[in-house]
């Protein structure tokens, strides 16, 4: 299992959709690794991908709690959960756990990021709590703290984290400016060596845009996303494809994020 940290653009995967499986082996060569969060673990088995050797990252899925109906539960240890509105729970232990499962590379602790400040003024301690806990216990990969933009750092960096993984982002996708901006500040933080990744952006002018900024990996499913509407990121447009074109052009947009992310950091 690769213990140096992950490098440039990193495809998230999903084991219930038949383009990702399809992409795959694409990731493999283009990337040398591949995102999959845990909620999707959940619902479909990591086989069903029929994955290559390569570097594997497992998400939280911290990021659910954004979705309408869920619930941050508070432990009475005082870390935190996460309910989702189907009625699933996930815990630092849950997150832990598959990562040894399933030989991770790369995990990430389970944070919650929050839709006002109140809210996060909640949440915030309970993903403090959560990291703690998590980068106590025996590693088999390397275990990124997860942050939100304006986070105060100082507290997670005194727990020597492998690195930093930034969410928050994607609602500012396009703003390019921003993407740069809020990478920076994290990056003038934490000094040049440690890792960060950056969660969510796909599109190569954003990918080169954080790369620039100081992120050392980035993940998306955007490439499929943008392959399922028929679509690659430059414009081409096929009208209703077939299976093996809208695989062309989630490669051709995997391809063009990679290229993305090597330009950032040469930039």
């Not at 440039?8 to 060569?29: C, E, H, M, N, Q």
């Not at 998400?59 to 659910?64: A, H, I, K, M, V």
């Not at 980068?135 to 960096?157: C, E, F, H, I, W």
Request: aromatic share 6%; hydrophobic share 40%; net charge neutral.
């Amino acid at each position: 299992m690769p213990q140096m940290p992950p490098r440039g653009f990193i495809p998230v995967l999903s084991p219930r959709f038949g383009l990702d499986t399809l992409l795959a082996p694409y990731a493999a060569r283009l990337s040398g690794y591949a995102l999959v969060s845990l909620p999707e673990l959940r619902a479909a088995p990591l086989s069903r991908l029929h994955l290559p050797p390569l570097g594997l990252l497992i998400d939280s899925g911290g990021y659910g709690a954004l979705q309408p109906g869920s619930t941050v539960l508070t432990l009475e240890d005082g870390r935190g959960a996460l309910k989702l509105p189907g009625g699933e729970t996930i815990t630092p232990e849950d997150v832990w756990q598959a990562a040894r499962d399933h030989g991770a590379s790369v995990s990430f602790t389970l944070d919650f990021p929050a839709r006002t400040e109140e809210e996060r003024a909640r949440r915030d301690p309970l993903s403090l709590a959560n990291a703690r806990w998590a980068l106590r216990q025996p590693r088999t990969g390397l275990l990124y703290a997860s942050v939100q933009p304006g986070q105060d750092l100082a507290p997670l960096l005194e727990l020597h984290p492998d690195g930093l993984a930034l969410g928050g982002l994607v609602h500012h996708a396009r703003d390019h400016a921003r993407l740069h901006d809020e990478v920076w500040r994290v990056r003038a933080q934490v000094g040049p060596h440690l890792p960060l990744h950056v969660f969510g952006i796909g599109h190569p002018e954003g990918v080169c845009a954080v790369m620039r900024a100081g992120a050392t990996s980035v993940d998306s499913s955007g490439p499929q996303r943008r392959a399922a509407d028929s679509r690659t990121w430059d414009g081409v447009f096929i009208p209703d494809p077939a299976p093996h074109e809208r695989l062309r052009l989630a490669v051709l947009n995997l391809a063009a994020s990679v290229r993305a992310a090597r330009e950032g950091v040469e930039a």
